[in-house]
């Protein structure tokens, strides 16, 4: 196929066309002609494709029938990459209201799992039948366990990492003192004549620090509008409270509170403990950490919302001054996921700014970085347009 007959192609599937050619003069055959039909079915119903617009008189959809619907997912899987099926799939859930289906066990052994339906799922969690429940759960693991092979080592490697030098002192009694590292950090003063080292600094472990673990709190908003960070978050949860030296809470809230910390063994139950959708009550979760808080100095607190606050704003800012004041390192994430800038409140993101706690949206791959930057006490790795960088939000 030549260069124009490609772009002619191209534009003749994105187009669509009720005469099978939309003036492109390429009439889709073949498998180009499923690829059409599919597209047709979720974006022709309304004369609308992505990226261009079909006649009028299109007609398409996928109506409500589940083998109906079950066949476009096998066909969409067949003729696009998995990224683009999982977007086509969140689509067909938005655009026609297909939600519904996937409470039936045959419609969610079609379906492409990522961490979009996980979230859908989880807000249709109360309406699943009995006999969906074994297959959701399935798609949810599914999900989860590409997310820990994707991220769990490298977590672990980090959070390890900053533990062990969080823990290192440069004035260590004689009995903890580190000689491997000592020798290793004075190379630059050995004394060939003597043949020997000079350790010009001691290198050790403080006793104390490696009989106490660091506290973690993940305080996560479980508002509809947070579903990608939920999961995320229940994954990092499990893989921070398989650390030894880490003592991990994870407490999701809406109006209410539930501290999911005997389920983070298995983030499939954490997720399933949650509740998504409803209203947010930051000061009330954050009441609630606090009171679960041993060792404030030892301790931090991510607290991951957009912020769309619908407690006491004031006791909530109060709050976050109060646990900052007694040691906590406290750190805002706007959304963990990969989804791009968040929706967020950006009066209450400057609020929490201004008492020293920026407020960023934070990929699943940095996430690693950003804790073991706060469990060293270090300056988080915030991006450039995060509120509370220099120069961003009027601070």
Not at 68 to 76: F, K, M, N, S, T
Not at 299 to 307: E, F, K, P, R, Y
Not at 311 to 329: C, F, H, N, T
Request: proline share 5%; aromatic share 4%; with cysteine.
């Amino acid at each position: 196929m030549g260069a124009e007959d490609a772009r002619l192609r191209r534009w003749r599937l994105v187009l669509g066309g009720a005469d099978g050619a939309e003036g492109t003069g390429r009439a889709p055959a073949g498998a180009d002609a499923a690829v059409d039909r599919a597209l047709a079915a979720l974006y022709g119903s309304d004369g609308a494709r992505r990226g261009g617009r079909g006649p009028a008189d299109r007609r398409g959809g996928l109506g409500a029938s589940a083998p109906q619907v079950a066949r476009w997912l096998g066909d969409i899987r067949r003729y696009f990459p998995t990224p683009v099926v999982q977007v086509m799939q969140r689509d067909a859930v938005d655009r026609l209201g297909l939600a519904s289906l996937l409470l039936e066990p045959e419609m969610l052994e079609s379906v492409e799992p990522d961490v979009h339906l996980v979230g859908t799922l989880l807000s249709l969690r109360s309406a699943l039948p009995e006999s969906s429940r074994e297959s959701a759960r399935a798609v949810v693991r599914t999900v989860v366990a590409q997310l820990e092979r994707r991220l769990a080592a490298r977590t672990r490697s980090a959070l390890a990492g900053a533990l062990d030098r969080s823990a290192r002192t440069a004035r260590p009694r004689h009995r903890d003192i580190d000689w491997d590292r000592t020798v290793r950090a004075n190379l630059a003063h050995y004394l060939p004549e003597y043949r020997t080292v000079v350790p010009e600094r001691l290198v050790g472990h403080a006793r104390a620090a490696r009989s106490v673990a660091k506290e973690v709190v993940l305080c996560v908003d479980q508002s509809g509008s947070m579903a990608s960070s939920v999961v995320h978050a229940s994954v990092f949860g499990a893989v921070l409270a398989s650390l030894r030296a880490l003592d991990t809470r994870i407490v999701v809230f809406d109006t209410e509170v539930a501290d999911l910390t005997e389920a983070l063994d298995d983030p499939v139950d954490v997720l399933f403990g949650t509740r998504l959708g409803g209203g947010t009550d930051i000061n009330r979760a954050l009441a609630y950490c606090r009171s679960r808080i041993r060792r404030p100095a030892d301790t931090v607190v991510v607290l991951i919302s957009d912020l769309h606050e619908g407690g006491i704003r004031d006791e909530m800012l109060s709050r976050v001054a109060a646990l900052q004041a007694s040691g906590v390192r406290f750190v805002t994430l706007l959304a963990l996921s990969d989804d791009g800038a968040p929706a967020y409140d950006r009066a209450h993101a400057a609020a929490l700014a201004a008492l020293g706690s920026p407020a960023f949206a934070c990929t699943p791959d940095l996430f690693p970085e950003v804790m073991a930057a706060a469990l060293e006490g270090r300056p988080l790795p915030v991006p450039d347009d995060a509120v509370g960088a220099p120069g961003v939000g009027g601070l």
